[in-house]
């Protein structure tokens, strides 16, 4: 089993470009999430979907849209890129929400110049 | 809204210290996860407890959760250079979603 993978590793956009995440899990988890993490500010939680065709916001939704495409893939869309966004984003699943432990993939590196 | 808080972020200790971080909440919890991020890399889940006064052990880690469910610690025995990293908590009340600390960075002197 892969776990939760992510593409691409790493990224640069140019202010105002747009660009999709894609994240997915091989575990037949009910809830997938998406995370910024900055220096300092720890896991920001972006959105998520606590089952397959729901979806809502979390802490830091703002310059955001997501789709949960079927139970194994959730993508992260950035419309129109800022600097403010460069950033790791982490996608991560979990059983169901909350109370059952988030498995995490291995991350983007964003840039926005 | 819930808060789960880590002070300090960083911590320094010399191999073979012993180290010990707490983690509070502003409300009660129904659950507290632990996650260790080695650098460079991503989040690991490393124990969940539940219950008033949970104690469990991993080898040299032991975690607690607080009689009151609104705190935690992690306590490393004799630290090794492979203890390096930053540790999260994560706690999550009844009917709210699961809320990172910001994290604690641990760096050990050989």
């Known amino acids: 089993n892969a776990g939760v993978t992510q593409t691409p590793k790493f990224q640069v956009l140019k202010t105002g470009q747009s660009m999709t995440l894609q994240c997915a899990q091989d575990?037949?988890?009910?809830?997938m999430y998406w995370y910024r993490q900055d220096p300092g500010m720890g896991l920001r939680l972006i959105y998520y979907?606590?089952?397959?065709?729901?979806?809502d916001k979390g802490e830091v939704p703002n310059g955001y849209n997501v789709s949960r495409l079927n139970k194994r893939e959730f993508s992260l869309r950035l419309e129109s890129a800022a600097p403010s966004q460069t950033s790791v984003y982490f996608c991560?699943?979990?059983?169901?929400?909350?109370?059952?432990?988030?498995?995490f993939g291995p991350g983007t590196r964003l840039t926005v110049t | 809204g819930q808060q789960v808080m880590q002070i300090p972020q960083y911590q320094h200790v010399q191999e073979g210290e012993d180290f010990t971080t707490y983690c509070n909440s502003s409300?009660?919890?129904?659950?507290i996860q632990w996650y260790k991020q080695r650098p460079g890399g991503h989040p690991v889940f490393l124990i969940q407890?539940?219950?008033?006064?949970e104690v469990k052990k991993q080898k040299r880690l032991t975690f607690q959760f607080g009689e009151a469910k609104k705190n935690s610690s992690l306590h490393i025995t004799a630290t090794q250079t492979t203890d390096v990293g930053t540790y999260f908590c994560?706690?999550?009340?009844?009917?709210?979603?699961?809320?990172f600390g910001k994290g604690i960075t641990l760096s050990v002197r050989p």
């Open positions: 991560a699943s979990s059983r169901d929400r909350d109370s059952y432990e988030q498995y």
């Open positions: 575990m037949n988890h009910n809830s």
């Open positions: 979907s606590a089952s397959e065709g729901t979806t």
């Open positions: 409300t009660t919890l129904s659950n």
């Open positions: 407890l539940v219950k008033s006064g």
């Open positions: 994560a706690g999550s009340g009844a009917n709210s979603k699961l809320t």
